[in-house]
């Protein structure tokens, strides 16, 4: 990586600290010399580095813990956004808690900590890293809160990017499906969408986070594998080709029963058995 920066002294603040990618991150860049805090809603008391209780969700909580981070960091050069939740969500129906939930932790969470994080970042000519997902630019069925959530996250950024790009750079992340718990309430809801998508290893998207946050120059956006950076190219340019690919991939879990009983699913199921 050429004129890579060196992450020993550096002050980083990660959100979700305590989640399967928080902890993979904060104890990668502790290893590498990082002065690194976390903010999560349930710290755990084997975590990796220093994480303060934090409601992402609470206007007021936010300034607060961010500002106590940054006291004892004593600045900040890095903000990693990478707490997220996801649930099930199908687009037919109204939207309720579930969606509401999903918005107010991916997108306006990630909202408030950074307007927290701005002035210090400005200062330290920092930067941030957005953990986006593959779903922000190739929708799946059955989960479109979380795919609008991360679509808007990126739109988020790129607004963030032109404000203070002059002196802080600001880069998107795009993960494919990871195992990990966020998937636990779709499964759980009988939406499993384990036949739709290809897992990849957690080390590649804590590799990518690295390469976001120490390369020379800041990226703009960034694929964990290069099976993803195919998909975002083809989601970006031919979405009726992707759209196609993923609505065939569906109309096959649905014909071999893969949501046999889900109520969240029964309009989806029913229009396919009509046109099967």
């Excluded at 981070?69 to 004593?74: D, E, M, S, Y």
């Excluded at 969500?89 to 808690?97: N, S, T, V």
């Excluded at 932790?105 to 927290?116: D, F």
């Excluded at 000519?125 to 929708?139: K, P, T």
Aim: aromatic fraction near 4%.
């Amino acid at each position: 990586m050429s004129n890579r920066l060196d992450p020993r002294g550096m002050r980083v603040l990660v959100t979700g600290a305590s989640g399967t990618f928080g902890r993979a991150i904060c104890a990668r860049l502790d290893g590498l010399g990082a002065r690194v805090a976390g903010l999560d809603l349930a710290p755990r008391a084997d975590d990796p580095v220093e994480v303060l209780a934090c409601d992402i969700t609470d206007d007021e909580a936010v300034p607060a813990a961010v500002g106590a981070a940054i006291a004892r960091l004593g600045g900040l050069d890095l903000l990693i956004n990478n707490a997220g939740i996801g649930g099930p969500a199908p687009a037919e129906l109204p939207p309720g808690a579930e969606v509401r939930r999903q918005l107010d932790i991916n997108l306006l969470g990630t909202w408030r900590v950074t307007a927290a994080c701005v002035d210090a970042l400005v200062a330290s000519r920092g930067r941030v890293v957005m953990l986006s997902s593959r779903m922000a630019v190739m929708q799946l069925p059955l989960a479109a809160a979380y795919g609008a959530s991360k679509r808007a996250l990126v739109a988020y950024a790129d607004a963030l990017r032109l404000e203070i790009g002059t002196h802080v750079g600001v880069t998107c992340v795009y993960p494919s499906a990871v195992r990990s718990p966020i998937h636990d309430s779709t499964a759980a809801a009988g939406l499993s969408l384990e036949g739709m998508s290809q897992y990849e290893p957690l080390e590649g998207v804590v590799r990518t986070v690295l390469r976001a946050a120490l390369s020379g120059r800041p990226h703009r956006d960034l694929a964990t594998t290069r099976r993803g950076a195919v998909e975002f190219f083809l989601a970006r340019h031919l979405p009726a080709l992707t759209d196609r690919i993923v609505a065939r991939t569906l109309a096959g879990r649905v014909r071999s029963g893969a949501f046999e009983g889900a109520g969240l699913a029964a309009g989806v199921v029913a229009r396919h058995g009509e046109t099967g």
